[in-house]
């Protein structure tokens, strides 16, 4: 779990995994008391693995950012995901940062992206630290907490995935959508 938390936070192939419903099924879980681990030790251990994932990739990014920018769309690498996370970057400043760990794709290619326009590391750390406590405590504890009121609940697993991603993707969903008419009206 870390490790996906890790990967998905920091690592640019890593926009494809589902840390939005791992947080809220750890949570779950461990509720349940199907998954045996204290939920403060969780909690800490997969806010500690968000940060460091965006460290990964605030430095990767950083390193990398002019060949980053110029690369070709491969498998696990298509460059809309970083214009896309440059775009939202742009809007919202160092609050992509804390957003964007809310989003798929931008929780993974908004830090890359910081750290292509090098923004300054004390402000990237704070947003780093602040979206990561965010992230994780309200996933966590949301999937902690309806287990807690509703034991039953871990029989439904399948319908809350696909809720999930559903209410994880509309956004984007939306943006695509609104670029897609936009591009209609003026082309």
Known sequence: ML?????ETGLFFGFFLPGDYLLFMAGLLCASGIFDVNIYIL??????????????GYYFGRRTGT???????SFF????????????YIKYGGMALILGRFLPIIRTF????????????????????????????????????LGIKYPE??????????????VTSVPLIY?????????????
């Open 67 to 73: 060949m980053l920018l110029n690369k070709h769309d």
């Open 110 to 145: 908004a830090p890359i992206f910081a750290g292509v326009v090098k923004v300054d590391v004390k402000k990237f750390t704070l947003y780093n630290i602040i979206g990561s406590v965010a992230w994780v405590m309200a996933l966590c504890l949301s999937g902690y907490f």
């Open 43 to 56: 909690i800490i251990s997969l806010i500690i693995a968000g940060i460091l994932g965006n460290y990964t």
């Open 3 to 7: 490790v996906v938390v890790f990967a």
């Open 153 to 166: 609940v871990r029989h439904y697993v399948q319908y809350i995935i696909i809720g999930f991603f559903v």
């Open 175 to 187: 943006a695509f959508l609104k670029k897609r008419t936009i591009k209609q009206s003026t082309g």
């Open 77 to 88: 690498f298509k460059k809309r995901h970083v214009v896309m996370a440059e775009q939202f």
